[in-house]
């Protein structure tokens, strides 16, 4: 598989950072959505998960220690996450924007320390929760981090391990959103134009605020 054109990397600035893209682009694509990587989150070690075990995941790697996934593994985990990927977008296209903008304000309501981001620096080694809404996928994310401005960035550079994309079928697996990174296509909207992700985020004074 190769890179198509216009994906190779570059830097962006995204809410007063300049963010380093990787080869896989600062938006998601289908083309390059759980692209195959040999490497395993962890390796499983033989005298750890027992022998049976190890004879049933062998197909899966190119070795007996489990340093490298084989061939036929990545063809076959890379289309059940095609799969996946397909019914996610399927599920996401009819979704009303107006009505993910009314259930968003409901949980900005709920929280109402919740302030705008314009800079993520200002947000430097600050604890908190944080929102953050993939309009082109009529989607929205909320999460809480003891750094915020550092956990916001591993979201926009970092990406699932080839082998942990899928959390069981692909029919049940929720998509990661890791995976989004920092800028996202409207997709079927009714502008091609590309949109950036915005949110919002909740400074922590109090351990009421951080139980909220």
Known sequence: MRFPSGTAPTSIEHFGERVR??????????ELYAYPNR???????????????CN?????YRDEDHVQH?????????????????????YF?????????VWLEHVLAKVRTFEPVKSLSDWDGLAGAYVMVFEGFRQFY????????KRIKQYWTGRKFFDRILFGTPYESIFPVDELRAWTRRGSMRHAATTRMRWRSARRT??????A
Do not use: C, H, N
């Not at 909320?142 to 401005?149: F, S, Y």
């Open 21 to 30: 893209a990787s080869k896989f682009g600062p938006k998601m694509t289908g």
């Open 39 to 53: 490497k395993p989150k962890q390796r499983l070690k033989r005298e750890s998960v027992g022998k049976d075990l």
């Open 56 to 60: 049933d995941i062998a197909w899966g």
């Open 70 to 90: 084989s061939g036929a593994y990545l063809v076959v985990q890379r289309d059940r996450a095609l799969r996946s990927f397909d019914l996610s977008m399927g």
């Open 93 to 101: 296209a009819p979704l009303d924007p107006v009505e993910i903008e």
């Open 142 to 149: 909320v999460g809480k981090a003891d750094e915020v401005r």
């Open 206 to 211: 109090s351990q009421t605020d951080a139980s």
